[in-house]
């Protein structure tokens, strides 16, 4: 094993020993419940310090493609289901058949823009296109230019925003690439960070955002590559950046000029705080993506992705070997939508409604002493003093919601769940009493039942 390790290896950087055995790994030629071979000796045949390797080996681990077992040593991992692994997978298995199931994270459907006039609009084929047009309706891209909240270099459409951060992940990242992301952060995304390869690094956030402080101290850490962030309605905690705080951001980030930034700006037209970007400040260093799905429906399957070339070019690139574009029927609908005057309003009156919806819970939470943030967006991030038996208690009164704990990069210091208030359009009062059940320490709810 230990010839098949250095013979693989042609980078002996702790990336390009990590990749090594990585290949060897997904190729079959290491099979799950090997042994490796002990640092040391690794370390030795391929010339290297211990230290390369060890960190070669944390990278590894951190993937899940080895794991140690204390003092017999270090194997490759077994053949868990891909899925079991996934953060996503924590949140879709909270999801049982209770009568109010909050855990989704999805916007209301009956506030969605109809999309019955806009099809009917473009049902004559005007859209149809062949291969040769452009992968996006330059009617839509000027529109979308002017909305950007910076000049991009360049722009295109892709087919959602998870889309898009895979394929600017795709782009950038290589395995073992530092990233930084908010903590907390949306499990899809460290799903996709940690399906690369790349090692996480959470960066702490407060009411308005990633704390400068703490970017600051893990950019003198870590060598990142990247830093993801979501700059209006955070998912989990509705957080929304403002432009101070974006520009104490750049200010930091002019310490890294290799660091890209990658903002997912998922609400789109239903959040309430103004757009923000630290592109403004970046340009060159900041990719933008601008998410529908919120606010005209999951299932346009559409995002708009903007930024420097050297990046945007390389995503066009890589997807004319795949799809080659989003279709432009759906862009057409998308278009109308963003353009037909009632299409707008419809969205304007879903933004208020959700402002509405997020403030009687909050203060009906607040008035019954329960910590919870929902500053914008459709999520409420409720403290709770174990995420399980918050859970449960929930579940007994027929509330479902999702677990704080897979969307935290390290931990918070407390349990959190994650509510779906935008799906909550009344009885305020009485879910917030369900709400302030979940955070009674289970002890005491025992004893407040014992006569």
Known sequence: MLTLITGAVQD??????????????????LAAGAR???VRVVAGSLGVSPTTVSEAWRNLILAGAIQTRGRSGTFV????PPRARLRYAQLSGARVDLPQDLSTGVPDPLLLPDLTPALR?????RWAGSYLDAPVLPELEALLRERWPYPPERLTVVDGAMDALDRVAGAVLRFGDHVLVENPAFPPLLDLLQAVG?????????????VPDALRQAIRDYRAVALFLQPR?????????DASRAALLANVLLDAPHLLVVEDDHAGGIATAPPVSIGRYLPERTVHVAGFSKSHGPDLRLAAVGGPAHVLDALADRRLLGPGWSSRLLQGVLLDLLTDPQAVARVAAARDAYAARRSALLDAL????VVATAADGINLWMAVPDQQNAMVALAAHGVAAAPGAPFCVTPLGGDHLRVTVGLVAGGYDELADVLAVATVPNTLRIRRRTP
């Open 198 to 210: 790349a090692t996480v690094v959470g960066v702490p956030m407060d009411s308005a955002g990633i």
């Open 366 to 369: 607040h008035q019954r002493e």
């Open 233 to 241: 309605a955070h998912n989990p905690t509705g957080t929304s950046m």
């Open 12 to 29: 002996r950087s702790a990336r390009g020993i990590a990749a090594a055995v990585s290949r060897l790994i997904t190729s079959g030629h």
């Open 77 to 80: 991992s077994g053949p868990l």
């Open 36 to 38: 490796l071979p002990t």
């Open 121 to 125: 609009r473009i049902g004559d084929g």
